[in-house]
């Protein structure tokens, strides 16, 4: 079982950054493909971006390509998300999630384990 603690959130006006940080319970982390997804109220869970354990290969969702950046440090068991020129619709709660194999997942049912989630609010 691989418990995820996500942690970074706050509130940051529009045009500001934000580093997320997810910290993973487990010494296997290393084989895990890492994601994150983002939740707004009232809307459904979204995939944000992937990183794969295999060759560091990275995906993201067009609504923040160019503006956020995923990354891992195995030695610490973290992957982080870094997020600027952030936008009022960037607003959500933002949960990491963790994924076995080799196949690169965009959606819930592609992750096997999910932190808590930590909240973003963007102001105008």
């Known amino acids: 079982q691989v418990q995820l603690v996500g942690s970074g959130g706050g509130l940051v006006q529009a045009g500001g950054s934000l580093r997320l940080s997810c910290a993973a319970s487990?010494?296997?982390?290393?084989?895990?493909?890492m994601g994150w997804f983002r939740q707004a109220p009232g809307k459904e869970r979204e995939f944000v971006a992937v990183i794969r354990w295999s060759d560091d290969y990275t995906y993201y969702a067009d609504a923040v390509k160019g503006r956020f950046t995923i990354s891992r440090d195995n030695a610490k068991n973290t992957v982080y998300l870094q997020m600027n020129s952030l936008k009022p619709e960037d607003t959500a709660v933002y949960y990491c999630?963790?994924?076995?194999?080799?196949?690169?997942?965009?959606?819930?049912?592609?992750?096997?384990?999910w932190g808590q989630g930590t909240q973003v609010t963007v102001s105008s």
């Open positions: 487990r010494h296997t982390f290393s084989n895990y493909n």
């Open positions: 999630a963790a994924a076995s194999g080799l196949r690169v997942g965009f959606t819930r049912n592609d992750y096997d384990h």
